[in-house]
Every structure is written in C-alpha cells, then in structure tokens.
C-alpha cells in the first residue's frame, strides 16, 4: 500500500477529488492533484508539480491567498512535533535563498508526520 493510500485514514487528510472539485481552476493543463491536508480553514494542496498553500482570510471566507511552490525551490524543511503542554505541531518549509522560513501551525487532527513524508517523497525524491 503506497503513501497516498495509507494518508486517506487520517482525519485532516482531503481526498484529490475533492480538491479537484474546489480548487481544479488552479491546475495547470497537466497538473494532477495528489493529496491535501485541511488545518482549520486553510488547505494545503500536494500536485504532482508543486505545493499550493490555500489561506482562507476574513471573518466570512470570502477572501482567499493562494501561495504557490514549486518543489524545486524548496530547500528545506522541518517539522516539530506537538508536546503534552503544546497542542500544535509545527512545519517550516525555507524556498530558494530566504532566510525565514514559511511557518505553518497543525492541530492534532492532521498528522505532522504525514505531512513531512508527502514533502519528502517530492522534494528528495
């Protein structure tokens, strides 16, 4: 059973086909939609191509950034685990030369691990 098969148990985990659906105006011809991770009101969106970071903004929703990364400008990245006291996990992804990196907050509903593998099978692979 491969990566995407094993993610679709977890409770924060979107299927490609419901992305599709919601966010399919942004794919490029050929670009296939993989696996996303809802956190609140945010997605993150894994293609074939890139990673597609979608923050809802506003009190109503209406108003949406779509922040785009290819996975070649990627550097790195790191994951910090939630503790007992801290109930928020925590993924930082550093693109091309930049020094601060791009900080997202987890609950415990998505796993963390998921997410850095996902990351990994892309960005290393």
Known sequence: MGILSRLLGNAGV??????????GQL???????EVGFKVI???FIFTDKRLVLVNIQG????KAEYLS??????T??????????DLDAELKIWIGSDQTPLAKK?????SIY????????????
């Open 59 to 62: 009190l109503t929703g209406k």
């Open 41 to 43: 009101r945010d997605t």
């Open 14 to 23: 979107v299927t490609a086909d419901k992305l599709t659906e919601d966010y």
């Open 27 to 33: 794919l490029a011809e050929t670009e296939v939609i």
């Open 114 to 125: 998921d997410v850095q593998n996902v990351l990994a099978k892309h960005v290393l692979g």
């Open 76 to 85: 790195r990245f790191s994951i910090e685990t939630a503790g007992h006291f």
């Open 69 to 74: 990364i290819p996975y070649n400008k990627i």
């Open 106 to 110: 987890f609950n415990r509903k998505v």
